[in-house]
């Protein structure tokens, strides 16, 4: 072969495979585009679709509460009437709690009536509606109120001319492909009807004529079953006019082989430049055209693709903003519940979805100055070994977290490289917005009592500022709804505590002895209730004042909190007589916590300030009755009034002690003689690890009254009486012993919840 053979051979070698791959790459961009472009516009169309549905049915939903808001018949038919006037509904329907109806408006469609809230489950949709529960200003149930909008011909070509794209709804009462309404026409409705049919769930198929088509719903949210369709922007004639395009650039390169081997490499190396350029997100590059060939039009193509790249790009930018216009709707709904995890859990979620973050967390900001995490999503393998994602903790101040909740400044960009700061997860790329409280309610806080992090975003690209503006958005939402649980637990607190001496008030005793109860009850186990009655109390308020008496009684709270455990619960029942109630404990316990109870007020005097201001000192001392659940009684109620009696016979008995109540008789079987309680059996020794016996007060007197007979007169005389007239026995509890296993003085639990059980003493 001549040279010029050769190199001509070489130029159609090294030219037309090029050409070739370039017309085949071209034809299979522009199929993918055109696929692309179409399913994106399907997909556009689906979040209109459920978009304007999800509108609609808020705005039903809203004319529904102005009607329910209505506190009598007339007004709420008034109301209706005005919902329908005004176009926010086109009927209401009012029911009762049985289902009845007590109020439609007229006109409205009489049945086929489907819930935004619910799942489609066949029959013909005419009216879409929104449902709330009608009450009465007590909250008891009434009924329902529903407010409907028609689903007819209009209204799916109110849908197609919001989305762009043709919409038919189905009507499978009469079996599937049933059309109920549609803006297809009569062309292509066989065709998209039966692409519809083999979709497989919301999946983008094509019919044979060129058009794409979706099926979207019935699901929550969008119970309507409709199918989506648009035409395909590529002509069918593209690959012939490619392969013709080949043909003749084979012809020409067979003549021309000196010159287009020169002129060819050109607009190659400018179509790799813009290429490059393109996958390093520059969508502003552009190749020159500069012929008509092949490779000319390759260039059009690349150019018309990345035009309607940043089409796509500039759409997709628009979509988040709309975004976080309706996520700032969601949040203001959020706010107003009680549920922080649930909350904080929703906000990550959707935070995530908005930025296109691979994983994130919330964490808040706890009394020791740590980073505590409340929610985590996507940490599975990011965290150290053996830290669990869903309990993060960062101390404040140190790496990218804790410098965000120390400086209150948010941060984004790309982790250095270098050993990852305890506790934070691996990641490379971040961003971390603190949240505070809202404005006028963080006065004296810390800058941030939390902060919003996400990690990584799809793609490997860094975070941008309008991420950061997004997260901004959801740290304020998680910010209103920590401040709402606080506000909300503090309220519930004060509603359950006594003001002045801080501990649970009666109306939390009733609640705790019955749960405590019926935990005894299930469990197996006993529960000691301790009934303790100041001394001769009124005689330090006649003497020292009212003032001196508070101050005894917040001391004397203060004494009884660091006597008991943690898992204990104390009460103020009212005046100087308080409850402590002791699971998981039996007489013996209770005896040593009453021991140890009596002399902590009696070991150390209180000062007050009496009448002239004066620093005075009162020794006190306090009386203590003991019952225990199951053994002196079968109810909260019965245990409690046990204790109260035996507190009244330790008050007979000299004071400055402690009475364990009488054992209720137990049933004795047929045939057996009844044992006696105060028999020891034989060779038994008693000693000091025996449990501590009252026994019955010798003679009746006021204290020894039942609490339902007592009166403030029976209370104050058996207060006052004298130790020597009452009883000749000493006070029994004043050398008791301790008991194996007690566990050592912790605080008394506080806040609106029951704390945890551990062992009994």
């Given at each position: ?316 930018t628009s979509s988040r903003d709309q975004l976080r216009g309706h996520l700032g ?321 330790a008050k007979g008995a000299g004071r400055d002690g402690y009475r364990v109540a ?100």
């Amino acid at each position: 072969m001549t040279l010029r053979g050769r190199l001509t051979a070489a130029f159609l070698t090294v030219v037309l495979g090029p050409v070739v791959l370039g017309a085949v790459f071209v034809g299979t961009t522009l199929s993918t585009v055109d696929r692309s472009r179409s399913t994106e516009r399907l997909s556009l169309a689906a979040s209109a679709v459920r978009t304007s549905i999800d509108a609609l049915c808020q705005q039903l939903r809203a004319a529904a509460d102005a009607v329910a808001l209505r506190p009598d018949p007339a007004g709420r038919a008034g109301a209706a009437g005005q919902v329908v006037s005004r176009g926010l509904a086109a009927a209401v329907l009012v029911t009762d709690r049985a289902g009845g109806v007590t109020y439609a408006t007229p006109g409205g469609p009489a049945t086929g009536w489907q819930d935004c809230a619910g799942v489609r489950t066949g029959g013909p949709v005419r009216a879409i509606s929104a449902r709330v529960d009608l009450r009465d200003p007590a909250g008891t149930p009434l009924g329902a109120v529903a407010a409907a909008e028609l689903v007819d011909p209009a209204f799916v070509a109110r849908l197609a001319a919001v989305t762009g794209v043709a919409v038919t709804l189905l009507d499978d009462t009469a079996g599937p492909g049933r059309i109920a309404h549609t803006t297809e026409t009569d062309g292509v409705r066989a065709a998209v009807l039966a692409a519809a049919g083999t979709a497989d769930g919301e999946r983008v198929t094509a019919t044979p004529d060129g058009r794409y088509v979706r099926r979207l719903g019935p699901a929550p949210g969008q119970p309507l079953p409709l199918v989506l369709s648009v035409p395909g922007g590529q002509s069918s004639g593209l690959p012939v006019v490619l392969l013709g395009a080949v043909l003749l650039a084979a012809a020409l390169a067979v003549l021309t082989a000196w010159r287009l081997a020169r002129v060819t490499t050109r607009p190659l190396v400018e179509l790799a430049g813009a290429v490059d350029r393109v996958a390093g997100g520059d969508l502003t590059a552009r190749v020159p055209v500069r012929s008509r060939d092949e490779i000319g039009r390759l260039a059009a193509a690349f150019n018309r693709m990345i035009r309607e790249t940043a089409g796509y790009v500039a759409a997709l930018t628009s979509s988040r903003d709309q975004l976080r216009g309706h996520l700032g709707v969601l949040g203001d709904t959020l706010a107003s519940t009680h549920d922080l995890q649930r909350i904080l859990r929703v906000i990550l979620h959707s935070a995530i979805a908005a930025t296109g973050a691979r994983a994130g967390a919330v964490l808040l900001r706890d009394d020791a100055g740590m980073l505590v995490g409340q929610c985590a999503e996507g940490l599975a393998g990011r965290c150290p070994a053996g830290t669990d994602p869903e309990e993060l903790r960062m101390p404040v101040g140190a790496g990218v977290v804790g410098a965000v909740a120390a400086t209150g400044e948010p941060q984004r960009g790309r982790v250095r490289p270098g050993p990852t700061p305890p506790g934070e997860p691996w990641c490379e790329t971040y961003v971390a917005v603190p949240f505070t409280a809202p404005a006028g309610e963080a006065a004296g806080r810390d800058p941030a009592v939390g902060v919003l992090v996400l990690y990584d975003r799809l793609g490997g690209d860094e975070f941008d500022d309008d991420d950061l503006a997004t997260l901004r958005t959801f740290a304020g939402h998680a910010a209103v709804a920590v401040e709402n649980v606080r506000v909300h637990e503090e309220a519930q607190r004060l509603s359950l505590t006594d003001p002045l001496t801080g501990l649970w008030n009666y109306r939390y005793l009733r609640e705790s002895l019955r749960r405590e109860v019926e935990r005894a009850n299930r469990f197996g186990r006993m529960l000691s209730i301790l009934v303790l009655d100041l001394d001769r109390f009124k005689i330090v308020n006649d003497s020292y004042g009212h003032a001196a008496g508070d101050a005894v009684l917040a001391e004397f709270a203060r004494r009884v909190r660091g006597e008991i455990r943690e898992v204990d619960l104390a009460f103020r029942q009212g005046g100087e007589e308080f409850v402590v109630l002791l699971p998981e404990t039996d007489a013996r316990g209770a005896a040593t916590v009453a021991e140890r109870l009596g002399a902590a007020v009696r070991e150390t005097p209180v000062v007050v300030a009496g009448h002239t201001g004066t620093p005075t000192t009162i020794t006190m001392s306090v009386s203590i009755g003991i019952a225990v659940y199951p053994d002196h009684a079968g109810t909260g109620t019965e245990v409690l009034d046990a204790a109260d009696e035996a507190l009244y016979a330790a008050k007979g008995a000299g004071r400055d002690g402690y009475r364990v109540a009488t054992a209720r008789p137990r049933p004795v079987p047929a045939g057996e003689a009844p044992a006696d309680p105060t028999a020891v059996p034989a060779g038994t020794a008693v000693g000091d690890d025996d449990p501590p016996r009252a026994g019955p007060p010798t003679g009746p007197s006021a204290a020894d009254q039942p609490p339902s007979h007592r009166t403030p007169a029976d209370r104050s005389a058996a207060d006052r009486a004298p130790a020597d007239g009452a009883r000749t026995e000493q006070p029994t509890g004043r050398h008791a012993v301790g008991t194996p296993g007690v566990t050592q003085p912790g605080g008394a639990s506080s806040g609106p919840h029951p704390p945890r059980q551990s062992r009994g003493r």
